[in-house]
């Protein structure tokens, strides 16, 4: 029997720093993309890969129910959402020229600031070495604590997700009478 060892020959790295690694990279080069792309179509596709690499983190962290939550709220819904509100409203590409294409120097140098601020903030930040001990994340305690501390949380996202789905079927609804918008 072929056993894989503990850490990558020739790097000394467990195999969880390179999943780390290799995840962290996919989220950062997926948020790029969503930004950079001039297709909006497939800018909420490497969106969804994003979310899909958050989830892989969140799993690699040990937190399996908060993986789950990810693909099912945010890839299954949230994604699916807002493509088919790009889809319904909106042509597929962008304009060739926006206003904010003429802003990239304000835009870069506000990026190195941020970059610099976040340096800052993490090096000035005293880490401790050892996190509190982890309790046991079972389905059952998120759901007694959503349904007795956190209900009214809940109920306002159940409200503006349900505003938000009514707006979308006001939006995709196509208008039939005569003489109306649609028409002209």
């Known amino acids: 029997m072929l056993t894989i060892p503990t850490t990558i020959p020739f790097l000394g ?27 909006i179509i497939h800018s909420g596709l490497w969106m969804i890969l994003g979310f899909l690499m958050l989830a892989g983190l969140y799993a690699l962290l040990g937190a399996p129910l908060l993986a789950g939550a990810q693909v099912l709220i945010y890839i299954g819904a949230i994604s699916v959402l807002i493509l088919f509100a790009i889809m319904l409203t909106q042509s597929k590409a962008g304009p060739a020229n926006l206003v904010f294409h003429h802003q990239a120097w304000a835009a870069a140098l506000a990026a190195v600031g941020l970059g610099l601020l976040l340096v800052i903030v993490v090096g000035a930040t005293p880490w401790p070495l050892e996190g509190p001990s982890a309790e046991a994340q079972t389905s059952t305690n998120v759901a007694a604590l959503l349904f007795s501390d956190f209900v009214l949380p809940l109920e306002v996202v159940g409200v503006i997700l349900l505003a938000s789905v009514v707006g979308g079927v006001f939006l995709a609804k196509k208008d039939d009478r005569p003489g109306s918008d649609a028409d002209r």
């Open 13 to 39: 790295w467990t195999w969880n720093d390179l999943l780390f690694l290799v995840l962290a990279g996919g989220l950062l080069g997926s948020a790029l993309m969503v930004v950079l792309s001039r297709n």
